[in-house]
């Protein structure tokens, strides 16, 4: 069972920053394609954006496209979600998850194997 410990949730302005992190508990990044999640109240949970096991390919939602930056940093064994030009609606909890499909970055939560606690943001206007 890999456990997924994320970090770096809390308050921040409209336009400004966060940086996400997540590390798998007893197992190597590099043997998973990573995702962040997200769910407002009231709202199911969508998928923000994906990394392949490589570290080499990436997708990502429109509404954070240009603005997030999903990474795999393997020397570190984390995971980041760089968010950038915050806006009032990103206000979730995020959440990370592990797959261990071996091809392309997953966009759809059924594809992933482990998740996160979850990490509140909250964005002011």
């Known amino acids: 069972q890999v456990q997924l410990t994320e970090s770096g949730g809390g308050l921040a302005q409209a336009g400004g920053s966060l940086r996400l992190s997540c590390t798998p508990s007893?197992?190597?990044?590099?043997?998973?394609?990573m995702g962040w999640f997200r769910q407002a109240p009231g709202k199911e949970r969508e998928f923000v954006a994906g990394?392949?096991?490589?570290?080499?390919?990436?997708a990502y939602a429109d509404s954070v496209k240009g603005r997030f930056t999903i990474s795999s940093e393997y020397y570190e064994n984390t995971a980041y979600l760089q968010m950038d030009s915050l806006k009032p609606e990103d206000t979730a909890v995020y959440y990370c998850?592990?797959?261990?499909?071996?091809?392309?970055?997953?966009?759809?939560?059924?594809?992933?194997?482990?998740w996160g606690q979850g990490t509140q943001v909250t964005v002011s206007s």
């Open positions: 998850a592990a797959s261990r499909i071996t091809t392309g970055p997953r966009s759809f939560a059924d594809e992933y194997d482990y």
């Open positions: 990394i392949d096991l490589s570290g080499s390919y990436t």
């Open positions: 007893g197992r190597q990044l590099r043997r998973y394609a």
